[in-house]
């Protein structure tokens, strides 16, 4: 009998495919959204929904991570918690003004946004439609939220535009213009950073008056991971890039260095970029910057 009312659903599902002259399609506003708690979640703040799991997260600067609203509701980990979409005021983490309505806001935390150059992942928490005294509004309704995207075959008859991340395992064909979005900026004021996946494709900019230690990852990232490093602060700033293993680093007149560092002087503006062929990383200087090798 089970079985049998599965199939008269089914037929009836397939029936209401039918377009009729007139029908009575059932609405909602899209203003609340339940989903199962993947972590505690406490009333108020601000909720992201993780792609891997479908469940529901306080708002973070994670990887593919994508804001759904505030929490109405605290809940326990495993709980059914309550989400609404809407214009919130959250944390003004960085600097944002007036000028900066109608732009994306970036998260931050929960409880706070900042801009994209502040993020690592550039997780969008919607779009700023005012700043006050207090805080920003930012309307959840609106993120152009763009997650990774993996396509075996993709064919484009207009215009491609690549705005997030694009892996094609196999054909890619463009009738038209293939437009690669802007690449993205990462402020690094830290002393110490240690490169990974979520630094691949941008430009990392050293702004400290300090040496700064930045160990590239174990050998293994994807053969073409890239990313640039890109001196902004001042003469002061020395990084030195380590691999993470001996003799996996081909620097300038080097094919088995275990780092690099940068020479004394001018160098504001110096830049370099990484790219790993899959097992080692290859440094390309980009400015006129000296770099010294470390074997």
């Given at each position: 009998m089970k079985k049998?009312?599965?199939?008269?659903?089914?037929?009836?599902?397939?029936a209401s495919c039918v377009i009729a002259a007139e029908r009575d399609t059932p609405e909602r506003d899209g203003q609340f959204v339940q989903l199962t708690a993947g972590a505690a979640i406490v009333k108020g703040e601000?909720?992201?929904i993780l792609s891997s799991d479908d469940e529901a997260y306080p708002a973070a600067d994670t990887?593919?991570?994508?804001?759904?609203?505030?929490?109405?509701?605290?809940?326990?980990v495993g709980a059914t918690v309550l989400i609404k979409r809407g214009v919130f005021r959250w944390t003004n983490g960085a600097s944002f003004d007036d000028g900066d309505i109608g732009k994306l806001a970036y998260v931050s935390n929960s409880v706070c946004v900042w801009k994209s150059a502040s993020a690592v992942n550039d997780i969008p928490a919607g779009r700023v439609v005012d700043v006050d005294a207090y805080g920003v509004w930012v309307d959840?309704?609106?993120?152009?939220?763009?997650?990774?995207?993996?396509?075996?075959n993709l064919t484009a008859t207009g215009t491609a535009d690549i705005t997030g991340e694009a892996t094609v395992g196999?054909?890619?064909?463009?009738?038209?213009?293939?437009?690669?979005?802007?690449?993205?900026?990462?402020a690094i004021t830290a002393t110490t950073l240690s490169i990974t996946s979520a630094?691949?494709?941008?430009?990392?900019?050293l702004n400290t008056n300090n040496t700064v230690a930045i160990t590239l990852p174990a050998?293994?990232?994807?053969?073409?991971?890239?990313?640039?490093?890109?001196?902004?602060?001042?003469?002061?700033?020395?990084?030195?890039?380590s691999a993470a293993t001996a003799d996996t680093l081909i620097a300038p007149n080097d094919a088995a260095a275990d780092s690099i560092t940068y020479g004394t002087g001018h160098r504001i503006g110096a830049a370099v970029r990484f790219i790993s062929t899959g097992s080692v990383w290859v440094a390309i200087n980009l400015g006129s910057t000296t770099m010294t090798v470390g074997t």
């Amino acid at each position: 009998m089970k079985k049998l009312n599965v199939l008269i659903m089914v037929a009836l599902s397939l029936a209401s495919c039918v377009i009729a002259a007139e029908r009575d399609t059932p609405e909602r506003d899209g203003q609340f959204v339940q989903l199962t708690a993947g972590a505690a979640i406490v009333k108020g703040e601000m909720v992201a929904i993780l792609s891997s799991d479908d469940e529901a997260y306080p708002a973070a600067d994670t990887a593919n991570y994508a804001v759904l609203g505030r929490a109405e509701e605290s809940a326990a980990v495993g709980a059914t918690v309550l989400i609404k979409r809407g214009v919130f005021r959250w944390t003004n983490g960085a600097s944002f003004d007036d000028g900066d309505i109608g732009k994306l806001a970036y998260v931050s935390n929960s409880v706070c946004v900042w801009k994209s150059a502040s993020a690592v992942n550039d997780i969008p928490a919607g779009r700023v439609v005012d700043v006050d005294a207090y805080g920003v509004w930012v309307d959840t309704y609106n993120q152009d939220v763009l997650l990774t995207a993996t396509v075996e075959n993709l064919t484009a008859t207009g215009t491609a535009d690549i705005t997030g991340e694009a892996t094609v395992g196999g054909t890619l064909t463009v009738t038209g213009a293939l437009r690669p979005s802007v690449q993205s900026t990462v402020a690094i004021t830290a002393t110490t950073l240690s490169i990974t996946s979520a630094h691949y494709g941008k430009v990392l900019l050293l702004n400290t008056n300090n040496t700064v230690a930045i160990t590239l990852p174990a050998n293994g990232a994807a053969a073409g991971s890239w990313f640039d490093l890109v001196i902004i602060g001042s003469d002061s700033c020395a990084p030195t890039v380590s691999a993470a293993t001996a003799d996996t680093l081909i620097a300038p007149n080097d094919a088995a260095a275990d780092s690099i560092t940068y020479g004394t002087g001018h160098r504001i503006g110096a830049a370099v970029r990484f790219i790993s062929t899959g097992s080692v990383w290859v440094a390309i200087n980009l400015g006129s910057t000296t770099m010294t090798v470390g074997t």
